[in-house]
T-cell receptor, first 112, second 111 residues
Framework: NAGVTQTPKFQVLKTGQSMTLQCAQD?????MSWYRQDPGMGLRLIHY???????DQGEVPNGYNVSRSTTEDFPLRLLSAAPSQTSVYFC???????????FGDGTRLSIL | KQEVTQIPAALSVPEGENLVLNCSFT??????LQWFRQDPGKGLTSLLL?????REQTSGRLNASLDKSSGRSTLYIAASQPGDSATYLC??????????FGKGMKLTVNP
């Protein structure tokens, strides 16, 4: 079982560049979300989706865009990268309420 | 605003000890509480999920309890092993899709 797959695993960008972090799940989960993990801050929700075509903002959405055209995929776009977006990004998915979240292995992103 | 606290931030123990990891949260209006394990450079692995109507869940050497009224959960690890070394995080799910995480507790089990 592949579970939640994130690509790339590592990325270095220059300030002002844009990029897309990919996330795909093969469990037919309706709920998908993006978190960032920073030292001393824990994990914080960026954006989430409750199904294809439906997205909403989390706790720290500024500077990020998402879309959900299929059940399987939930890409995260950085519009104009800033050093403050240096972080580890995790994608997660789950089935119904009270089912556990499944996390990908993360994308480690550095903005210079 | 929901806040989740895990104390201490780190713990180092000899192999074989029984461990209790603590998690506290400020708002008792939750759907569930989850315990995760994170190994260095890896994602989070769900260990146990306790629904708000439940008191505890067990999986192998792990047992998690939930006291929603007092805003506390504990994760009990029996007969700890070096392979249990990792960071353990608890998270609560309230009325939205958002999981609120504690900052985690780094566990080191020494052979």
């Amino acid at each position: 079982n592949a579970g939640v797959t994130q690509t790339p695993k590592f990325q270095v960008l220059k300030t002002g560049q844009s990029m897309t972090l990919q996330c795909a799940q093969d469990m037919n989960h309706e709920y998908m979300s993006w978190y960032r993990q920073d030292p001393g801050m824990g994990l914080r929700l960026i954006h989430y989706s409750v199904g294809a075509g439906i997205t909403d903002q989390g706790e720290v959405p500024n500077g990020y865009n998402v879309s959900r055209s299929t059940t399987e995929d939930f890409p995260l776009r950085l519009l104009s990268a800033a050093p403050s977006q240096t972080s580890v990004y995790f994608c997660a998915s789950r089935g119904q309420l009270n089912q556990p979240q499944h996390f990908g292995d993360g994308t480690r992103l550095s903005i210079l | 605003k929901q806040e989740v606290t895990q104390i201490p931030a780190a713990l180092s123990v000899p192999e074989g000890e029984n461990l209790v990891l603590n998690c506290s949260f400020t708002d008792s209006a939750i759907y569930n509480l989850q315990w995760f394990r994170q190994d260095p450079g890896k994602g989070l692995t769900s260990l146990l999920l306790i629904q708000s109507s439940q008191r505890e869940q067990t999986s192998g050497r792990l047992n998690a309890s939930l006291d929603k009224s007092s805003g506390r959960s504990t994760l009990y690890i029996a007969a700890s092993q070096p392979g249990d070394s990792a960071t353990y995080l608890c998270a609560v799910q309230g009325g939205s899709e958002k999981l609120v995480f504690g900052k985690g507790m780094k566990l080191t089990v020494n052979p």
